[in-house]
DNA sequence: CGCTTCATTGACGACGTTCAAGACATGTGG
DNA sequence: CCACATGTCTTGAACGTCGTCAATGAAGCG
């Protein structure tokens, strides 16, 4: 119910044809497998696979041993922390492209659910392993990606640490407006579709819901977004939404 | 005269004889040269080189080209980023055999400073990167240390994103308490020595260091923690910690 | 058309911040 | 050795932002 409730809604990744071969897929230019060789991807086509989750549906679970690694193709990804009393916390948002999973440790520390419908590439968490280490290529591109997350996660400690509600939800809005692509909304202008419900947004900075609903209502008010559905918004100015995002 | 007064109570450090050669190297089991055999180790020993920053010193600045990456020998260093208006954040803290520094990026997204006296074993950046390439055993390190911060950061999302302020003091401690050895303070318990002020606590727990200074005289009221000195402190249970720290 | 989920808005209260004063420790110079 | 300065830490009181509780509205789906 709650997946499809929220596929309609979804908007960032229409249900498509999905390559079977890496030289037709759409993420091959900055997934994990980027800087492989035709030849080294040959061998990874022959042990990946795809799978789709609905959207809500749990990826991997915190404490079990998750015997996959993946690349995600379409969707978007949350990762979850919860307090033995139920609080929970986003503790990272992955995009196509980006990669899900440990490789050495087998036992996942956080929750992997799908925010959207999501596409996977997964490989066995063995094999992958293997290939990577004798496969400079691969281990060079993961290195590079971890760093990346490690640098938003740095990024995201500041916010949580330190920023007020609103400026948090600027810096959302702005984070989500650069990692993924405007849909053209038939006008002159670039809409970005959230997908993302409320509560999400709240478990993503730290807040409640309810402060979340009304930051954005003052936000619209100020003129820095507006909104064509309750999903779905365009930024007039990303300069005037960065300074609100740095508090300046 | 700030680097001196730290100094004195840094307690974490003693300056020591440092060791010149890899293999009398007290982080060589853990540090980024982990896995790397004698053979290679040589040739990390023709690039590197030993530098020390007294409490205070700033090792990589924010927004400038570093020209090198290191390895922490001893002492305790703070990452921070800091808002337009002066807010600071510290988004990470690195104690020996932690690694500093981008390899690919040249410029750093936040400033690297030295919490107490640091002994620092330094790499040029060219050279080490192009040895990473060529090297398995000091990428497969890096990559397993840098999946480890990045596990840290997450963590550190939940504390500053679903804790109280109790919680967070609380998984503070806790956190420092596991990454450093106990101080033996003559008696039949461990005590630890902790590198940072109230005002650097506060700084990496999103909080004042009024709220910082408050905490900590409830839980000593609470019978969680004992203080010695203002920065000496023995934990009875550890386990009650815990509890504190995960709001049970 | 009613049910469920999601979002908005209001009233009130709590937790942490801000502002301020004072205590404590350490180091310096007379 | 004491007076004084400096930096650190503690404690108090008032305030404000955000959380909690609650009611209402809007949208999608059976």
Redesign the pocket.
């Known amino acids: 119910?709650?997946a499809?409730?929220?596929?309609?809604?979804r908007g960032l990744d229409e249900p498509r044809a999905i390559a079977t071969r890496c030289s037709a897929c759409p993420i091959r230019e900055r997934a994990v497998c980027a800087y492989c060789s035709d030849q080294e991807l040959t061998v990874l086509d022959g042990i990946k696979s795809y799978r789709t989750f609905t959207a809500g549906r749990e990826i991997l679970a915190a404490g079990e041993t998750t015997p996959f690694v993946a690349s995600i193709v379409t969707g978007v990804v949350k990762l979850t922390k919860t307090l033995p009393d139920g609080r929970v916390q986003i503790v990272g948002l992955l995009f196509p492209s980006d990669f899900i999973g440990k490789v050495r440790d087998d036992v996942a520390s956080y929750d992997a659910i799908a925010a959207t419908d999501v596409t996977l590439c997964v490989f066995q968490r063995r094999p992958f392993g293997l290939l990577l280490k004798n496969t400079p290529a691969l281990e060079n591109r993961l290195l590079e990606m971890t760093m990346d997350e490690l640098d938003a996660a740095r990024e995201w400690l500041l916010v949580l640490g330190r920023k007020?509600?609103?400026e948090r939800l600027a810096s959302f809005l702005l984070m989500f407006a650069r990692r993924s692509k405007p849909v053209d909304d038939g006008g002159k202008t670039d809409a970005y579709t959230l997908p993302l419900?409320?509560?999400e947004i709240a478990e993503y900075l730290?807040?409640?819901?309810?402060?979340?609903?009304?930051q954005?209502?003052k936000m619209r008010g100020d003129g820095i977004i507006q909104?064509q559905?309750?999903?779905r918004f365009h930024v007039p100015d990303m300069d005037r939404l960065q300074d609100v995002a740095d508090g300046t």
């Open positions: 119910m709650v499809q409730s929220m596929t309609a809604q007020t509600a609103r419900t409320r509560t730290g807040l409640t819901l309810e402060t979340v609903s009304r954005m209502t909104f559905t309750t999903r």
